[in-house]
């Protein structure tokens, strides 16, 4: 397997053209304060979790921060809703297995099988994400992997990447791979799914959003740099 591209504009190059596709298909963006409303504004409310346990949305978080972590082109993965959007898909139709086969046998599959497990999405991040954080509990002094320092979570994340744990089940690489692959829809979607908050994915690679006909923005930005407002399925409600 290739090695994580922590450093992470080079996991998202080749995300960015294929997710952005996905994007138009995934709102509450933020909405800049004012300094007149800045003041008045209330108090945050606690995060609401659909599925996940404190332990769960706790990993989750840390995961994301991880795979995409602040910099000067965009805020890190929790920040903008990433873990929000995961809760959301495994608390639906998605993680519920609505589209999967779910009638057996069971019988242990090749790679290039696909998904060949009875759990559920929801049931399979359960297990993977209690697997890695008794895997980190053993390497690393008895910490759950939300507790590991920036350094130890790239190193965590490398190890299940590559399948050096060993889960019973399935393979630590696939729950890595599956992380990844709702990380990246996550920060693609559109905002009203819950990640990708204030379009900031879309910013970043220039993807204008929802609209399906670019005829005249064709005409406008031929051979420059398309830099107006992205658009969501929120701005079209």
């Known amino acids: 397997m290739t090695e994580v591209k922590l450093g992470r504009r080079n996991f998202l190059k080749g995300a960015g053209a294929a997710a952005g596709a996905a994007g138009a298909a995934i709102a509450t963006g933020l909405t800049a304060c004012t300094p007149e409303t800045a003041t008045a504004a209330a108090p945050a409310e606690p995060q609401v979790w659909h599925t996940l346990n404190a332990t769960e949305a706790a990993f ?26 995961i809760d959301r898909q495994l608390a639906g139709a998605f993680g519920n297995g609505a589209r999967l086969y779910r009638q057996g046998p069971f019988l242990p599959g090749k790679p290039e099988h696909g998904y060949q497990l009875a759990l559920t999405p929801r049931e399979f991040f359960r297990v993977g994400i209690e697997a890695t954080n008794e895997w980190t509990r053993k390497t690393y002094d008895g910490k759950d992997f939300d507790r590991l320092n920036e350094e130890q979570r790239i190193e965590a ?37 819950g990640g990708n908050r204030d379009k900031v994915a879309w910013k970043m690679i220039g993807f204008p959003g929802l609209p399906a006909s670019y005829r005249e923005e064709i005409k406008t930005y031929f051979n420059k740099k398309y830099d107006a407002e992205p658009q969501s399925i929120a701005d079209f409600s």
């Open 60 to 85: 989750i978080q840390a995961a994301v921060d991880t795979l995409i972590p602040a910099d000067e082109l965009t805020p890190s993965g929790s920040d903008v809703g990433l873990a929000v959007f």
């Open 157 to 193: 994340m490398k190890a299940l990447e590559q399948g050096k744990p060993e889960f019973a089940g399935f393979r630590s690489s696939m729950f890595f791979d599956q992380l990844l692959q709702l990380t990246m829809e996550g920060f693609f979607a559109d905002p009203i799914y």
